[in-house]
């Protein structure tokens, strides 16, 4: 497959490229079909679910983490189900298949561990940032946020040189990698992982925070879950580049901030928290993948 095409790319050619490299397995379709029908209950689901030994085990180890704030106290696919709720179950296993199906296809310029430490924080600040703001979703945004920068992996992989010459700009210059990637490209990250997703058939309320987390003035019916999932992603990357709290506020979008509510104690806390949150989930989640 050429790289850098001298034409200008398209959001969907990039994408039509990159879903010829990366599908979600079978198990993720057979739990989908099974939540997509409505006369199916809590036993088809972990029916599906127990088919695939793997995720099974994914999906109690996660089901028993921190994430939940329990310790071992569900051992059976139907106690999970019907404990967390079938969204609950099928996010569980969204994240988990994403993070199955890219690992074998990362570019070279992109560090997966580093990519999937700092996409863990940015879910874990969603999930906390969610609670904080009373959005009750909580767990769905953990995901969004987790999500986020998916667009990226594909970006690097189909552009890499672009790509690169991107990122150190935006080293350089201080400005959003976003940003840059607009202006250059005419789309930026979120636009091709959100388009990836929505090929995929992943649920818009999923999709539309991702979309919209690197320009959420751009949206007024998502405007708080865009807002959640910009900051957390603020909070991520800044954790990476080793920039402070005053730095991170400075680059936010302004109506992101101000449609959250937080003052600058309050991100300052939630830091440390989904900071310890990531550190307690990373082998959890990361091991899943494997």
């Known amino acids: 497959m050429p790289k850098d095409p001298d034409q200008k790319p398209s959001v969907e050619t990039i994408v039509a490229q990159a879903e010829e490299l990366a599908t979600l397995p079978d198990i993720y379709v057979r739990i989908k079909l099974v939540l997509d029908d409505p006369t199916s209950s809590h036993a088809d689901i972990?029916?599906?679910?127990?088919?695939?030994?793997?995720?099974?085990?994914?999906?109690?180890?996660?089901?028993?983490?921190?994430?939940y704030g329990r310790s071992g106290q569900l051992s059976t696919v139907s106690g999970a189900v019907g404990l967390l709720g079938t969204q609950q179950v099928y996010d569980l296993v969204l994240a988990t298949a994403v993070i199955q199906t890219l690992e074998d296809s990362f570019p070279p310029a992109l560090r997966p561990s580093v990519f999937w430490r700092e996409s863990l924080l940015a879910g874990s600040a969603a999930k906390l940032l969610a609670e904080q703001c009373g959005f009750l979703d909580s767990e769905r945004m953990f995901v969004a946020g987790l999500l986020a920068q998916v667009g990226q992996v594909v970006l690097f992989e189909q552009l890499p040189t672009r790509m690169l010459a991107v990122a150190q700009a935006a080293t350089e210059s201080g400005r959003p990698v976003s940003e840059l990637q607009r202006q250059r490209l005419g789309f930026d990250y979120a636009d091709v992982g959100a388009a990836l997703f929505a090929s995929w058939q992943l649920p818009v309320g999923l999709i539309s925070p991702i979309r919209y987390h690197t320009d959420p003035q751009a949206t007024d019916t998502v405007l708080l879950e865009a807002a959640i999932v910009h900051i957390a992603v603020a909070l991520a990357t800044a954790e990476t580049q080793q920039r402070s709290i005053d730095e991170v506020i400075s680059g936010l979008n302004q109506q992101a901030w101000e449609a959250t509510g937080l003052s600058p104690e309050l991100l300052q806390l939630l830091h440390r928290d989904a900071v310890a949150l990531a550190d307690q989930l990373t082998h959890v989640f990361l091991s899943a993948a494997a």
């Open 46 to 67: 972990a029916d599906a679910l127990s088919t695939d030994s793997a995720m099974t085990a994914r999906v109690l180890r996660i089901a028993n983490s921190a994430f």
